[in-house]
């Protein structure tokens, strides 16, 4: 059971280059999310998937696209980079339903992503 | 909307010492809360969660939080500090209606001294 993977684990892009961070987990989860990090303003949220096959918006969506694969993968794409999306990319995911607060988010390890 | 607020970028304690991490936050409906915490170059790792029920919570490692709701707060404490307790501290608020959507705090880094 490995949990949350994220693929890769460090990258670094030209400006307008583009990339797709892969995420998938095998605990048969429903939701996965989307988060960056970036110094002093802790985790924000990019894109989040509810349910395979929805996808919806976060707090931080723009210049990025995500695809929900299949229930174990959530990939998050940059079409054009730009050195403001130079942060720590982290995917997540939790078995959504009702009382969902009684589970646990589980959070990968991360990819820092550096474009220059 | 919800929004959480950490005091304290940093904080730095002498090992044995009480860890005491400040959250507060801002929600329309019954909150749900949240820390985690991120090693070096590592994810976030559950410490412990108020949903409903008893207010005070207790998580691993020697962690426990209060749910004040009179003053809209969620510090996290710890009696006696060790070495392996540094690192970075998220508290985070969410709500029945949320979908599992976190919204986190700035963070606070803990360092401890021997």
């Known amino acids: 059971n490995a949990g949350v993977t994220q693929t890769p684990k460090f990258q670094v892009l030209k400006t307008g280059q583009s990339m797709t961070l892969q995420c998938a987990q095998d605990m048969n989860h429903n939701s996965m999310y989307w988060y960056r990090q970036d110094p002093g303003m802790g985790l924000r949220l990019i894109y989040y998937?509810?349910?395979?096959?929805?996808?919806d918006k976060g707090e931080v969506p723009n210049g990025y696209n995500v695809s929900r694969l299949n229930k174990r993968e959530f990939s998050l794409r940059l079409e054009s980079a730009a050195p403001s999306q130079t942060s720590v990319y982290f995917c997540a995911s939790i078995r959504l339903g009702t009382g969902w607060s009684l589970e646990t988010q589980y959070f990968g390890p991360g990819t820092r992503l550096l474009v220059l | 909307a919800q929004s959480v607020t950490q005091l304290g970028s940093h904080v730095s304690v002498s090992e044995g010492a009480l860890v005491l991490l400040r959250c507060n936050y801002s929600?329309?409906?019954?909150?749900?809360l949240f820390w985690y915490v991120q090693y070096p170059n590592q994810g976030l790792q559950l410490l412990l969660k108020?949903?409903?029920?008893?207010?005070l919570v207790k998580g691993i490692n020697g962690f426990e939080a209060e749910f004040k709701k009179s003053e809209t707060s969620f510090h996290l404490t710890k009696p006696s500090a060790h070495m392996s307790d540094a690192a970075e501290y998220f508290c985070a608020v969410s709500s029945y209606n949320q979908g599992g959507k976190l919204i986190f705090g700035q963070g606070t880094e803990l360092s401890v001294k021997p």
């Open positions: 929600s329309s409906v019954p909150p749900y």
């Open positions: 108020y949903t409903t029920g008893a207010t």
């Open positions: 998937s509810a349910s395979e096959g929805t996808t």
